[in-house]
């Protein structure tokens, strides 16, 4: 069995191009994979969260490029690396916008296409704290009227037990 046939934790992410393959096929490193994967992954699985994560990447790049571009090993061309991107999210249904980052990500050459990759997940995310928060938010889970210990407390504390106000609804 290859590891393209197995998937620890279920069966949510497969399809006939996972990710994974993507990086090795157009050679990217360490941060532009992770980058991508968060960005790529976001609608089905992590949300904003997801979002944040791939701008810290982003940023981390950024702050390293002359360093990443110094050590960078021989990659494919460009024209190659760009049908594999564009194959990528066609296979995975990501958005036109979600494509055109993974491809100045997946690409870079200059400093400018990363800063143009974080003001495209800055705008997504910022899309997102604006209200729409249907595209990856879980309904919220209403209870009114519990008694008694609780793992945590309605105002977040995870550290301690506590117990419910009987009258008050909360949102979990």
Request: net charge neutral; aromatic share 10%; with cysteine.
């Amino acid at each position: 069995m290859t590891a393209n046939e197995h998937q620890v934790g279920g069966d949510h992410y497969k399809t006939s191009y996972e990710h994974w393959d993507l990086v090795l096929n157009v050679a990217m490193g360490y941060l532009e994979g992770n980058a991508t994967k968060y960005l790529s992954r976001w609608r089905k699985k992590g949300g904003t969260q997801d979002l944040q994560k791939a701008l810290h990447y982003v940023n981390k790049l950024i702050e390293n490029a002359p360093t990443v571009l110094s050590q960078r090993v021989q990659r494919a061309d460009a024209v190659f690396r760009m049908a594999e991107v564009d194959r990528f999210c066609k296979i995975n249904n990501i958005p036109e916008g979600e494509t055109r980052t993974i491809q100045y990500l997946a690409l870079w050459e200059t400093r400018g296409s990363l800063e143009e990759a974080r003001r495209r997940i800055e705008r997504l995310m910022k899309e997102q704290d604006v209200g729409d928060e249907s595209i990856h938010a879980k309904p919220p889970v209403r209870f009114k009227g519990m008694t008694g210990m609780v793992p945590y407390k309605p105002d977040g504390d995870t550290a301690r037990a506590g117990t419910w106000d009987y009258e008050k609804e909360y949102d979990l």
